[in-house]
DNA sequence: CTGAAAGCGCTTACAG
DNA sequence: CTGAAAGCGCTTACAG
């Protein structure tokens, strides 16, 4: 009676390796091997037999030892900003749901590893140990060290966000076309003074999201009024300051870049007195659960971010398999017009 | 001149191995093991030649090859909820930054994998690839599918939260102390009915938050009304309907047992006309971003969530190196009355 | 169609 | 204090 087993099944030992299934249907490894894989030439009575025994035993073979063999790590790695501003965001989050999805349906695993904009050395920790055969960046800095990082070490990487850098493989949501979209629809609708609070400038998405503003208003013949348009507005006191001019100078709608800038939007209004939408209109990015209880329901432009991570993810993994494609890829949006602006 | 080279100081061949860096000096790969290990005898002249000759050629050992040298994997992985309901709340992230934290102090990397209530087949195709060598679970369910598996599999791990088995190795904030601390409080402010709207009571952290309420309330003999009381409430309906409830039984004040039920409850309260704190007053949990801007400001229970993580992280890694001490590590609080409970 | 053997890049008894 | 050699669990030319 072997005395190490846990299920009746066990061979003896408690870690199955390959030798001991070889051993246990009388082939060798690499018969074992190739019935696995599926690669090189092996007769069907002979894979069945092997799947059958590797079922019966419940064998896996081990991934690390897959990977010294054929110098994968079968390990992205996907980089999480660390900055506390951003670190609440939900769209990292969801986004590396994405990552994930995408990758256990090819049998990869998920490293995740931290950056800020002036600290990468978590980022090149993980790959100086080779334990990432390419990477996920999640954000778009301009000017970004991890980038650069990459580049020179000639790591494969999917940018998740956009990049003036044609030679970087992007997937993103149109940002531009999104916001000139909806802030045509909302001029269209009687409304001309319309007000913009943006984020931090350093990312394209923000940058791109102006544009569109801008764009909008150029196309209707609006001239910018800067007394309605504010940038890097990542504090606090910036949002503050922004909702006050805007208010002062008597906009009828603000633009918020993003659902945390318009959360506190949605307050500072409150706390003036200005009713949405009856005194001032108010519209964001990102449809998050940020927003999702508010009264009234807020229109917004809606990304499906779970997918924008679960695409990137696919083509990183293709990209390791030698598709060397560089398209950026776009993905749609959706404009989800609600009593906020109405 | 050779061509494979990208920087000066590149011996030849693009990838370093441990065998470069023995032949450079002219030792023996078992020597420059040991040098960067510490284990064995070595000389001190010895040491310092390698570690001057890795440093000058940046050469990193192969986290993989180590590994499957020493059957280890120098990976923990952290499991992710992936549903939907859960997987915006900011928790789960702040607590992964914190894993990744103590991860990397360590040299540990830190792989992600995602579970559902009925779905764990990520978990175990990551701990079936051997690709981990413990797993820390971020929430705390009862009769926990997870647990059950990782503790019949004999993988080491650590929950965040807490659990009534007392052999699993737990890391928690005093969920039912701070809770009874807090209703206390607000009992001594001249207030007696007291509401309280709980999410699912199948995780442990929301049954002691109950219990802290409930234990509050006896102890000044105060009899529970279930009219002002709610659990599970985790859709908008049911938050809804306690709202309701609660405003025509006239309690003085909601106890939310997270920020996001909060959030709602504040915004279905604005709806009803009720102000707050003038016409009742409202407490919550956790204390993240999402009460961050609200008007008036919201008393709540702080917890450092990104130190729990990086304890769980310690933790776990601690216990991979042998240490088997089971006590539950429970974090500190802190009650932040502010002007909604005022 | 199948197998013996070398190799992936480390660690670690064992012997000096 | 140092080294030669075996081994971790796979894969894959190469030879049959």
């Given at each position: 009676?072997?005395?190490?087993?846990?299920?009746?099944?066990?061979?003896?030992?408690?870690?199955l390796?390959?030798?001991?299934?070889?051993a246990e249907?009388?082939?060798?490894?690499?018969?074992?091997?190739?019935?696995?894989?599926?690669?090189?030439?092996?007769g069907?009575?002979?894979?069945?037999?092997?799947?059958?025994?590797i079922?019966?035993?419940?064998?896996?073979?081990?991934?690390i030892?897959?990977?010294?063999?054929?110098?994968?790590?079968?390990?992205?790695?996907?980089?999480?900003?660390?900055?506390?501003?951003?670190?609440?965001?939900?769209?990292?989050?969801?986004?590396?749901?994405?990552v994930?999805?995408?990758?256990?349906?090819?049998?990869y695993d998920?490293?995740?590893?931290?950056?800020?904009?002036?600290?990468?050395?978590?980022l090149?920790?993980?790959?100086?140990?080779?334990n990432?055969?390419?990477?996920?960046?999640?954000?778009?800095?301009?000017?970004?060290?991890?980038?650069?990082?990459?580049?020179?070490k000639?790591?494969?990487?999917?940018?998740?966000?956009?990049?003036?850098?044609?030679?970087?493989?992007q997937?993103?949501?149109?940002?531009?076309?999104?916001?000139?979209?909806?802030?045509?629809?909302?001029?269209?609708?009687?409304?001309?003074?319309?007000?913009?609070?943006?984020?931090?400038?350093?990312?394209?998405?923000?940058?791109?999201?102006?544009?569109?503003?801008?764009?909008?208003?150029?196309?209707?013949?609006?001239?910018?009024?800067?007394?309605?348009?504010?940038t890097?507005?990542?504090?606090?006191?910036?949002?503050?300051?922004?909702?006050?001019?805007?208010?002062k100078?008597q906009?009828?709608?603000?633009?918020?870049?993003?659902?945390?800038?318009?959360?506190?939007?949605?307050?500072?209004?409150?706390?003036?007195?200005?009713?949405?939408?009856?005194?001032?209109?108010v519209?964001?990015?990102?449809?998050?659960?940020?927003?999702?209880?508010?009264?009234?329901?807020v229109?917004?432009?809606?990304?499906?971010?779970?997918?924008?991570?679960?695409?990137?993810?696919?083509?990183?993994?293709?990209?390791l398999?030698?598709?060397?494609?560089?398209?950026?890829?776009?993905?749609d949006?959706?404009?989800?017009?609600?009593?906020?602006?109405?």
């Amino acid at each position: 009676m072997a005395v190490q087993n846990k299920d009746e099944n066990s061979l003896p030992g408690s870690k199955l390796t390959i030798a001991d299934i070889a051993a246990e249907l009388g082939v060798s490894k690499t018969t074992v091997s190739r019935a696995i894989s599926g690669k090189g030439r092996i007769g069907k009575e002979t894979v069945r037999r092997v799947m059958e025994c590797i079922e019966k035993y419940n064998y896996r073979p081990s991934a690390i030892a897959k990977g010294l063999a054929t110098s994968k790590t079968y390990n992205i790695g996907v980089a999480f900003p660390a900055d506390t501003n951003l670190s609440s965001t939900p769209f990292f989050q969801i986004c590396l749901l994405g990552v994930c999805e995408a990758a256990a349906a090819m049998d990869y695993d998920v490293l995740v590893t931290t950056v800020k904009e002036n600290d990468i050395s978590q980022l090149k920790r993980i790959v100086e140990n080779h334990n990432i055969d390419g990477i996920i960046l999640t954000r778009d800095f301009m000017n970004d060290m991890a980038t650069e990082y990459l580049k020179q070490k000639d790591i494969p990487f999917v940018l998740v966000g956009s990049s003036e850098d044609s030679t970087i493989v992007q997937v993103d949501s149109n940002h531009r076309e999104a916001c000139e979209k909806l802030v045509s629809l909302l001029l269209a609708d009687k409304m001309s003074r319309i007000a913009l609070i943006a984020g931090d400038m350093r990312h394209m998405v923000n940058l791109s999201r102006c544009e569109g503003y801008i764009n909008a208003l150029r196309s209707r013949q609006i001239s910018i009024d800067t007394e309605l348009v504010f940038t890097d507005c990542d504090s606090q006191v910036s949002i503050e300051q922004a909702v006050n001019s805007i208010l002062k100078h008597q906009a009828e709608c603000i633009i918020c870049t993003d659902d945390v800038i318009c959360t506190r939007v949605l307050s500072l209004l409150r706390e003036a007195g200005a009713h949405v939408p009856g005194d001032i209109k108010v519209a964001s990015f990102h449809d998050s659960i940020y927003l999702e209880s508010n009264n009234p329901p807020v229109t917004a432009v809606g990304m499906d971010v779970k997918e924008l991570g679960c695409i990137a993810g696919k083509r990183l993994i293709e990209m390791l398999g030698g598709d060397i494609d560089i398209h950026k890829k776009i993905l749609d949006y959706e404009i989800h017009l609600r009593r906020s602006t109405q």
